[in-house]
């Protein structure tokens, strides 16, 4: 079964458009409580979520961020690197 965005996709951020938006996309993340804020992969950001923050906002900055941008990416808390077996990109996410 297959279900209509209500929305149209966009492509994956890419590095380069991140690195061309690094000093907007870390001003954005700020307003939500996310810091040190990463390249991890296409469609992929690393960031520090602050203790007093949550999922929404997450989600808040994920969505100003690609209205903005015009490209879709998933934001990973940090807290992610403390598990075993974490995906490579994260443990190499280059700094924004």
């Known amino acids: 079964m297959t279900y209509a965005l209500d929305h149209p996709t966009h492509p994956p951020l890419d590095e380069a458009t991140a690195r061309a938006h690094a000093a907007d996309l870390r001003d954005l993340a700020a307003q939500h409580g996310i810091t040190n804020l990463r390249f991890a992969s296409a469609g992929r950001l690393l960031g520090h979520l602050d203790n007093n923050r949550d999922s929404v906002d997450v989600a808040r900055f994920e969505l100003s961020a690609e209205e ?22 994260l443990i190499t996410a280059s700094p924004l």
């Open 68 to 89: 903005r941008l015009r490209r879709s990416f998933f934001l990973i808390s940090d807290r992610v690197l403390t598990n075993p077996r974490v995906n490579p990109d």
